[in-house]
């Protein structure tokens, strides 16, 4: 019941910067995480950033000091990714964990966006 939409992938020039935006839309009340995912052809797909409803960050050691997660109150989510390197070349996909309820049978739920093309190349 959760959308998600990600913008701001392209083409940039190896030490270049992108930054990343995902909405998310519909029932949005307790998601307590919202996070970026990558995926390369023909790799897994990968933990680039994640950030927690109490504002507790996490990076994949590739990125980190690279890469900043960060959050607004309208449930939107940014990846700021700085000096770009050619093996981040992926399409980006941003995600959304949210609890069922506040009772103690709640379990979490994960949601997708589309993705996004991110292509670092001369």
């Known amino acids: 019941q959760v959308q998600l939409v990600e913008f701001g992938g392209g083409l940039v020039q190896p030490g270049g910067s992108l930054r990343l935006s995902c909405v998310a839309s519909g029932s949005i009340f307790r998601i307590d995480k919202m996070g970026w995912y990558r995926q390369a052809p023909g790799k897994e797909r990968e933990l680039v950033a994640g950030v927690t409803r109490a504002g507790r960050t996490n990076y994949a050691d590739s990125v980190k000091g690279r890469f900043t997660i960060s959050k607004d109150a309208k449930n939107t989510v940014y990846l700021e990714m700085n000096s770009l390197k050619p093996e981040d070349t992926a399409v980006y996909y941003c995600?959304?964990?949210?609890?069922?309820?506040?009772?103690?049978?709640?379990?979490?739920?994960?949601?997708w966006g589309q993705g996004t093309q991110v292509t670092v190349s001369s």
């Open positions: 995600n959304a964990d949210q609890s069922t309820s506040s009772l103690p049978d709640s379990y979490v739920r994960t949601y």
